[in-house]
């Protein structure tokens, strides 16, 4: 079994940055695509980012050019970095593993519990 724990979340002002990290723990990652997901306030839970074992890297229209997905395996962890963040931004972030880079939150097999984004205007 895999453990998934996201952090970083907080507070920040329109414009502001933050970093989001997903820590693994139970197995190695390095051979799963890692994927961030979000959820706002009475809305579904959208894709935001992903990247492979490879480093391929996809983004959701709303966030390209702003967010940035990385990894380090060495580290078992995942990180968002989030620049010019929007209010539109604000949402439970979620990072997940699949075998395969995938947009889709169905074809995730581990999911974390999220942590809280919330942009101020």
């Known amino acids: 079994q895999v453990q998934l724990v996201e952090s970083g979340g907080g507070l920040v002002q329109a414009g502001g940055s933050l970093r989001l990290s997903c820590a693994a723990s139970?197995?190695?990652?390095?051979?799963?695509?890692i994927c961030w997901f979000r959820q706002a306030p009475g809305k579904e839970r959208e894709f935001v980012a992903a990247i492979s074992s490879g480093g391929i890297t996809r983004y959701a229209d709303s966030v390209k050019g702003r967010f940035t997905i990385s990894r380090d395996n060495a580290k078992n962890t995942g990180y968002l970095q989030m620049n010019g963040l929007k209010p539109e931004d604000t949402a439970v972030y979620y990072c997940?593993?699949?075998?395969?880079?995938?947009?889709?939150?169905?074809?995730?097999?581990?999911w974390g519990k999220g942590t809280l984004v919330t942009v101020s205007s």
């Open positions: 139970g197995r190695t990652t390095s051979s799963y695509a």
């Open positions: 997940a593993l699949n075998v395969m880079i995938s947009t889709n939150q169905h074809n995730m097999d581990y």
